[in-house]
């Protein structure tokens, strides 16, 4: 599910990275900046806002490099600080070429700031794999304070909403072993995000696990943490809450996840026998391989 020309984010890779008209990366300098540089003399980027990356991802990527070649070729800048060169874009190509054993690699080399490092890496993970909530988060509030942007500058220069941004940088608040578990995966954002509202940090630690342990959806979060602030104003109970959950229901839940790989929430309503099953998805490609297993072609 590629998305279609001009439906760029932002700036775009495109604005810092001259494309010709075949898609392919070129140079401003007459191409000059293009060549092959052995994969040994890469340093990887001290900026990468990615902390952890998909062995499964990097070796179906390295099979694709291996009938195809490298299609699109990595950014580098010279390292001011000894010899080689610093890697600042295509952390997941340079791993690919390793893993299929390529000497080399071809790369242009640019001459950026700091910051222009910094804001490239990030736009580059967001436009081709979404990152985790966390490290996004991270990444969006470095780049903040590297360029003293406020949160509407920054949201304009990567094409994402001022409240996406606002909402992300706010996770950072949280507890580290919160942020640890949204990192992980078993805390989405949208699970992560009223826990924000808990003044007590143990609290917030107590309720994420809670969480976790009791499978609840965001809005059971929601309502929890609001029956929590506010004891005399509880919410109507829902016929789908957590603790009235049938015993089947949940277990149904467990083989959807083994099987599909996958959170997913099934709702039930005892009293008139309606429901839905929701599936969640990590980003695109995520989104397909499931639809894939279900037999859905697009």
Request: hydrophobic share 40%; charged share 30%.
């Amino acid at each position: 599910m590629a998305l279609g020309k001009g439906k760029v984010l932002g700036r775009g890779l495109g604005n810092l990275i001259p494309v010709n008209e075949n898609n392919v990366e070129i140079s401003k300098d007459e191409q000059t900046g293009l060549r092959e540089i052995k994969v040994t003399e890469i340093l990887p980027n001290p900026h990468q806002p990615r902390k952890q990356f998909s062995d499964a991802s990097i070796q179906e990527l390295s099979n694709t490099i291996v009938e195809h070649g490298v299609i699109q070729p990595i950014v580098v800048q010279k390292n001011p600080s000894g010899s080689g060169f610093l890697l600042v874009a295509g952390e997941r190509r340079l791993r690919a070429c390793k893993l299929a054993g390529f000497a080399k690699i071809p790369a242009i080399v640019r001459d950026l700031s700091e910051a222009d490092m910094m804001e490239l890496a990030l736009i580059e993970n967001i436009q081709r794999e979404n990152l985790n909530p966390m490290d996004e988060a991270l990444a969006y509030q470095a780049i903040i304070d590297k360029r003293g942007l406020k949160v509407t500058d920054l949201a304009t220069r990567v094409g994402k909403n001022r409240a996406t941004i606002s909402n992300l940088i706010r996770l950072l608040s949280l507890p580290k072993l919160l942020q640890d578990l949204v990192k992980e995966g078993k805390l989405s954002e949208g699970q992560a995000r009223p826990l924000l509202s808990i003044p007590d940090p143990k609290k917030q630690l107590e309720v994420g696990q809670k969480v976790i342990a009791e499978g609840w959806n965001v809005r059971e979060v929601e309502n929890f943490v609001s029956n929590l602030l506010h004891p005399d104003k509880k919410s109507k109970p829902s016929s789908f809450a957590a603790d009235k959950r049938d015993a089947s229901i949940v277990k149904l839940e467990s083989k959807l996840r083994n099987k599909y790989s996958s959170k997913v929430e099934v709702a039930h309503n005892e009293t008139n026998g309606k429901g839905k099953i929701v599936f969640s998805y990590a980003n695109l490609n995520d989104m397909e391989r499931i639809l894939e297993q279900l037999g859905v072609k697009l």
